[in-house]
């Protein structure tokens, strides 16, 4: 599995790669992918982190950490999220493979797996560009999305400190891609949330780019190069509390309160989604990854 960091030093950019089960006879074509890569970009931004999946196995634990348990976490989810088991988790042909399964496991009727990048690759502001297809089936509830690293306004819990979905997707509803923020100020349990959706016909058959591009003012959210989410700053951390570094979560939820809502099909398991790759970019002033 391949990690890129990119840092500015002095007045020029070094490039730095890290290619774990790679010699270095492979360093120049990996510096020259990536500054092509970076050089098309013409918005200012330079990529600072990213995982190719390269190597099968266990994802990279220098890059993702586990959520583990079967308690609901706050939607009444019914899957159990397992630990570096690649039956839930695993890198395999170039992908990420979160998988859902029908099989009991401490108390719950399936398991699945969250991944987490908290506390080994954090930011505040940049361009999230993830490469992914959804699962498909009645009760299924993928997600691409970011939760605070510090929970330090207000309650210090959910949803004062913020949260940012740059992908969900629930199976009963074809098609449809969501992107949405929470926050104390507006959030689906008090039915005020910020967000969008929109129709990608057959997107359960094909990758897509789900990015997210945040700065200081707006959080912008696409499929593809369609932006179709859009929020502004508003003054107060109550409904801008998005000046913080932030952390990535990949998982597949099933059931809850919104992706069981129409009910579970047993008989669509396992289902999985694929990442092709997770893609980070920031500009020179924006904090940067751990």
Known sequence: MRKIFLFFVISSF???ACNSGSDSSNFEDQMDSLKSESDSLSDGYE???????????IPDTNSWSYDVGGHGWGNNELQFYTKAR??????????????ARKEKMEGKKYTSARLVS???????????????KVPQGKGVWPAIWMLPTKWDLGSGSWPDNGEID?????GYAKDTIYGTIHCKAYNHVQGTQKGKNIHIQGVENDFHDYIL???ENKIEVF?????????????????????????????????????????????IFPQKMEIEYVKVYQKQNDSKSK
């Not at 952390?247 to 069981?260: D, S, T, Y």
């Open 14 to 16: 070094l490039f730095t």
């Open 47 to 57: 990529l600072v982190w990213c995982d190719e999946f390269d190597t099968n196995g």
């Open 86 to 99: 690649t039956e839930n988790a695993r890198v395999e042909n170039g992908k990420l493979v979160i998988e």
């Open 118 to 132: 908290k506390g080994k690759a954090d930011w505040k502001y940049g361009k999230f560009v993830i490469r992914a």
């Open 166 to 170: 740059i992908m969900e997707y629930v």
């Open 213 to 215: 591009v945040w700065t």
């Open 223 to 267: 499929v593809d190069d369609q932006k179709y989410f859009e929020f502004s700053k508003e003054e107060g951390w109550e409904k801008w509390p998005f000046d913080k570094e932030f952390h990535l979560i990949l998982n597949i939820a099933v059931g809850g309160n919104w992706g069981g809502k129409m009910g579970v099909d047993d008989k």
